[in-house]
């Protein structure tokens, strides 16, 4: 990946499709080929969004809202539980000038449910994922230069802040090749 200076010019997202869902690696598989450079086209993940490829976690968007499309995937479990009981009795009588009722009731509820859109997952873990490089280090401005003139152009890397790093992050980088200060 290369140090921070070249991560503006050098960065891009690889993307390798996977033949478990073949029509939706196809959106983005296409999305890539049509075009040679990286640069203005899949450098980062909005890139690729705004061009409607497809990052991991996504879904083909539908046709005018209303169906489903190739490449669409089922991504909901759900499991719930619903016991309710209830008792209910009275008794009323009348003695004479005297009336008694007695009533009783008991009820019991439990309910318990468990929901998970599995793909939702993947926008926690983009979330959580460099964190700890969202600010900008603004005390170290790469002023562009071309032939001399100055192009109006100010770069910043990203500046390391190690409160911010999530743990998600630190497991992520412990099994992966991606060092402290680059991004994933």
Wanted: proline share 4%; charged share 20%.
């Amino acid at each position: 990946m290369g140090s921070p200076s070249e991560w503006n010019t050098r960065y891009h997202c690889g993307f390798q499709g996977s033949d478990l869902n073949p029509e939706s690696s196809a959106w983005t598989n296409q999305y890539y080929g049509f075009f040679d450079d990286p640069t203005g086209h899949y450098q980062n993940i909005d890139e690729i969004i705004s061009g409607r490829g497809l990052v991991n976690g996504q879904e083909p968007t539908a046709p005018y809202g209303m169906w489903n499309n190739v490449g669409n995937r089922s991504n909901g479990f759900a499991k719930s539980t619903s016991d309710q009981i209830s008792v209910n009795a009275s008794f009323a009588a009348d003695f004479g000038n005297h009336e008694i009722q007695f009533g009783l009731q008991y009820q019991q509820r439990k309910a318990s449910a468990y929901n998970n859109a599995a793909t939702l997952l993947w926008d926690v873990m983009r979330g959580v994922t460099n964190a700890q490089l969202k600010d900008l280090d603004l005390a170290n401005p790469q002023l562009i230069y071309r032939d001399g003139v100055f192009m109006d152009t100010i770069n910043y890397n990203r500046k390391y802040v190690p409160v911010l790093q999530k743990n998600f992050d630190v497991n992520l980088r412990k099994n992966s090749d991606f060092r402290l200060m680059e991004p994933i």
